[in-house]
C-alpha cells in the first residue's frame, strides 16, 4: 500500500476485531459517541514504547475529561499486554492486533535497521472523532512530547 492509499484524515476505521488482554474482543466501533486515541506501537516494554505508554498514563486524567478513550496496540500477545501494564502501573488499555488492522491501516511496513530489511509496525497514532472519522494522523511518531500534541488536537475536536 502506498502512502498516498493508506488511510487517513476523513476517512472512517476498519471495524476490525482486535484483542484486549482480558481475551475479549474489542473494534474502533465499540468507542462510537466519544473521541478515540488509537495507538500504535512496535514493542511493549521497550524504552520508547514504554515512554509513549508512560506519557499516555500521565495524561490521562486529561483524555477522561474530554471524554477521549485511549487504546494502544501492538502485535504483542495479550499476556505480554499484562505483564507490560503491571510492570508500568500503565492507566491505558492495550490490545493485540494479529496484523488485520495495521495491514489495513498501511503501517505493517517494511523497516531497515543496520542494513537489515525486515517487517514491522508503523509508530502510528489516530485520533478519531465520536462518529467514527479519523480527525488527525500522525505517522512515523516520535514519543518526545507526543501525548501532549495529541491531547491538544482531542481538545480542538
Known sequence: MSEDTRIGEGDT????????????????EHYHGKPLVLYFYPKGDTPGCTKEALQFTELRGEFDN????????????????????????????????????????????EKNMYGRKYMGLERTTYLVDGDGKIARVWRKVKVKEHAEAVLEAAKAL
Open 13 to 28: 476505521l476498519p471495524q476490525i476485531d482486535i484483542m484486549r488482554p482480558d481475551g475479549t474482543q474489542v473494534k474502533p
Open 66 to 109: 474530554l471524554g477521549a478513550a485511549i487504546l494502544g496496540v501492538s502485535k504483542d500477545p495479550p499476556a505480554k499486554h499484562v505483564k507490560f501494564t503491571d510492570k508500568y502501573g500503565l492507566k491505558i488499555d492495550l490490545a493485540s492486533d494479529e496484523n488485520e488492522m495495521a495491514e489495513a491501516l498501511g503501517i505493517w511496513v
